[in-house]
């Protein structure tokens, strides 16, 4: 460990050389970006990936739930590949969310073959990994038809003898002012009280996914659907279903903030015995893990790694860029004891500034979040990352 020393003629805060200090080997930028790439592959292999099947006859709205809650039509956007008769499996680009889609599902014959494919399908599934598993089922009945068939209820006590947890769903359901058309409401209690292995409590969903101008019937039911489906799901699913969702922005920052918290944890060790500033690139590789697990957590596209690795690299030159050292000496100034740390982090120094360069990073992600594909990916891959970036930054420094 280097020393600790307050030399009066030393490195103050503002004119420090711009790599490491003696102590500590100078990380070039090349160096982190190879590392940042290599965290974020892990990062995002660590979150495996949720796999969801959902049936249901053609038009009940399979696809445009699937879109309202995953953000994107996986259908439409992944690469798909028939597993048994008439029912394909989409794994979406970015790894982390499977779709078994029953594309034109109606039952009898149909729904005969799918429940002998997937018996087989599950069978083999349940000797490899979690997340190569289907992880829960979403059974849909458009409440329209007002009729749920014998084949249906057959279809679903199947389902749920495979070991599936099958969601029911009701799609499409009309509702003013809070208020649920009662037919709909009748026709789910029709359901509720047959009796049916409906997870995780017995009782069907009430949803609609689209706005219907027409009707004035706006969006419900989404929340309780994603929440019913956490409760079934096994807890190794829980990490890719909540950066697969779009929907629950408070559960991607519930993880986000866990990870930050372990970070902070980190730094604080590594601070424990204090740096000297010029050493502080001694913090890097812990922030690069951090920023890649809170990349991944969000379920930002990898497939855009490499641009994110080029931005993660260029704020975090460690200790030796700009945002660093501006970290560190704004931070000082805010933090209780930082003066008193003069030339050297500490580890609440340390702590405080790991936790700065994560907030930083976790609102930058949100931001990218709130973009529409096409405007995400040329984001990400501009230098707009790295000036938001510091822009929060600095801001942490205010608050
Ligand atoms: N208002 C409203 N319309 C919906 C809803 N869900 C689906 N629709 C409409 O119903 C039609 C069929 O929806 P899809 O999502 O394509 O149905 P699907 O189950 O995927 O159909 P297949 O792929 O043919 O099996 C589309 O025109 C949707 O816009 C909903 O919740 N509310
Ligand atoms: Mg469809």
Redesign the pocket.
């Known amino acids: 460990m280097s020393e600790v020393t307050t030399p009066p003629s030393g490195p103050t805060p503002d004119n420090l050389p711009a790599t490491g200090g003696a102590g500590v080997p100078d990380l070039t930028r090349a160096q982190i970006e190879g590392m940042f790439e290599d965290r974020l592959a892990e990062a995002f292999a660590a979150l495996g990936c949720f796999n969801l099947a959902?049936f249901?006859?053609?038009?009940?709205?399979?696809?445009?739930?699937v879109?309202?809650i995953f953000g994107r039509d996986v259908?439409r956007t992944g690469v798909g590949s028939p597993v048994t008769r008439g029912l394909v499996y989409y794994r979406h680009p970015d790894g982390f969310l499977g779709v078994y889609?029953?594309?034109?599902?109606e039952t009898g014959t149909a729904g005969d073959a799918i429940v002998s494919g997937l018996r087989r399908l599950v069978a083999e599934h349940r000797t490899k990994a979690v997340d190569e598993q289907i992880h829960a089922a979403w059974y849909?009945v458009r409440w329209s038809d007002r009729r749920f068939e014998r084949g249906q209820e057959q279809f679903v006590r199947e389902l749920a003898a495979l070991g599936l947890p099958v969601i029911v769903v009701l799609?499409?359901?009309p509702n003013r002012d809070g208020q649920v058309h009662p037919d709909a409401l009748e026709f789910a209690q029709y359901i509720d009280q047959l009796g049916l292995p409906i997870s995780p409590h017995g009782r069907v969903v009430l949803?609609?996914?689209?706005?219907?101008p027409f009707t004035g019937?706006p969006?419900f039911g989404l929340q309780e659907l994603l929440d019913d489906t956490y409760q079934v799901i096994p807890a190794a699913a829980e990490a890719a279903l909540t950066a697969a969702q779009v929907l629950d922005i408070g559960r991607k920052k519930k993880a986000v903030a866990a990870i930050i918290n372990q970070a902070v944890v980190v730094a604080a060790g590594v601070g424990a015995t204090p740096i000297p500033f010029a050493d502080a690139a001694l913090l890097v590789p812990n922030q690069v893990t951090m920023i890649a697990r809170i990349t991944a957590a969000y379920g930002l596209p990898p497939s855009r790694s490499r641009a994110l690795a080029t931005a993660g690299s260029l704020v975090l030159t460690g200790g030796a860029t700009m945002a660093g050292r501006y970290a560190v000496t704004s931070l000082l100034k805010v933090i209780p004891g930082g003066a008193i740390a003069g030339s050297a982090i500490s580890a609440t120094v340390a702590g405080a500034l790991t936790k700065a360069v994560g907030h930083a990073w976790a609102r930058v992600c949100e931001y990218a979040l709130t973009m529409g594909d096409a405007d995400r990916e040329s984001f990400l891959s501009s230098p707009r990352v790295t000036e938001l970036f510091l822009d929060f930054l600095k801001q942490s420094k205010s608050r």
Not at 58 to 63: A, D, E, I, P, Y
Not at 101 to 105: A, I, K, L, V
Not at 207 to 212: I, K, S, Y
């Open positions: 959902v249901g006859k053609t038009g009940v709205g399979k696809s445009t739930l879109n309202a259908a889609d029953s594309e034109g599902f849909l799609t499409q359901v949803t609609n996914a689209l706005p219907d019937s969006v």
